[in-house]
């Protein structure tokens, strides 16, 4: 059983930056296709970022296009999420997740109910 644990999340400033963590323990993320969603108060989760299982390529929902950056570090076991001139908007509950398998990924990686594993989540808040 894989277990996801997120770091990195708090308070910043409108057109700051964070960089969130997930670290994985008994599984490797380099054997998992990793997303990172969010969840805003009142809003349904969802899709930010997500890189595949050879980390050769990455998605990115349009509205944090250019402004994310998903990477991951086998040695370390860890994905993280760049976050850069972060908006009040991206004030949300970020989660990450790992996909074991799935034929259509490259279709339907940003459908959360693809993915298998997820973690508790992370505070980011922006403020204006």
């Known amino acids: 059983q894989v277990q996801l644990v997120e770091s990195g999340g708090g308070l910043v400033q409108a057109e700051g930056s964070l960089r969130l963590s997930c670290t994985a323990s008994?599984?490797?993320?380099?054997?998992?296709?990793m997303g990172w969603f969010r969840q805003a108060p009142g809003k349904e989760r969802e899709f930010v970022a997500t890189i595949n299982w050879s980390g050769g390529s990455t998605y990115y929902a349009d509205s944090v296009e250019g402004r994310f950056h998903i990477s991951r570090d086998n040695a370390k076991n860890t994905v993280y999420l760049e976050m850069n001139s972060l908006k009040p908007e991206d004030t949300a509950v970020y989660y990450c997740a790992a996909l074991i398998f799935y034929e259509n990924y490259y279709t339907d990686y940003a459908n959360a109910n693809i993915y298998d594993y997820w973690g508790q989540g992370t505070q980011v808040t922006v403020s204006s």
């Open positions: 008994g599984g490797t993320v380099s054997s998992y296709a």
